[in-house]
């Protein structure tokens, strides 16, 4: 695919993968991008492995299938390191992002041949300072996207602000608690 990326979310049934694949081409979107976000549906229960993905482009997007060779992989449960292969087909100039406390040399030793970037976002502690609750899915959505540089932070920042107030907007505490873990997900990530 030219002047695009593809990324692949790796998460488990409940964490919020599938929405944060929608909202990132949601988001996308709304800046003028073409656009696909799309999950795999496996067994549809609680806690079992789903993979997403998304196709972002200034470019028609013809191709319509599963993302083989990602630019990017999000892991949004690192205990999927140890049973699905989540490097599979990583573009050598990309990069994985792994919800996880460790550091990204710890995660890189399990990691196998990954020859791209690795990068770790401590989601569950962001999330439970910003929001109370283990919500990983709003910090791992900003961090793919201080990653990938798909779209400038303030862009991304004002877009996701006008989706959280339409979803949420009688819940205005949910809306700052999100807003704040995207924001300490990019100062954890220093961008």
């Not at 790796?10 to 991008?33: I, N």
């Not at 073409?34 to 609680?46: A, I, K, L, S, T």
């Not at 191709?63 to 999927?80: A, G, R, W």
Request: proline fraction near 5%; charge should be negative; glycine fraction near 8%.
């Amino acid at each position: 695919m030219r002047n695009g990326i593809e990324i692949r979310w790796h998460g488990r049934g409940g964490q919020g993968t599938k929405t944060a694949a929608l909202l990132l081409a949601d988001v996308a979107f709304a800046t003028g991008k073409q656009v696909q976000g799309f999950p795999e549906y496996g067994p549809e229960r609680m806690g079992a492995p789903i993979t997403a993905f998304n196709r972002i482009s200034d470019d028609v997007i013809r191709v319509h299938s599963n993302i083989y060779d990602p630019d990017f992989v999000v892991v949004v449960d690192e205990t999927l390191l140890h049973t699905v292969d989540v490097t599979a087909g990583l573009q050598s100039r990309g990069a994985i992002i792994v919800n996880t406390a460790r550091t990204p040399e710890e995660i890189r030793s399990e990691l196998g041949e990954c020859d791209g970037e690795v990068y770790t976002v401590d989601a569950r502690r962001i999330s439970e300072e910003a929001l109370g609750r283990y919500f990983p899915n709003s910090p791992m959505l900003a961090a793919v996207v201080a990653v990938s540089e798909v779209m400038p932070k303030e862009t991304f920042l004002d877009e996701m602000r006008n989706s959280y107030q339409h979803k949420f907007e009688n819940k205005p505490e949910v809306i700052e608690g999100n807003m704040k873990a995207l924001m300490m997900t990019f100062d954890a990530l220093g961008v």
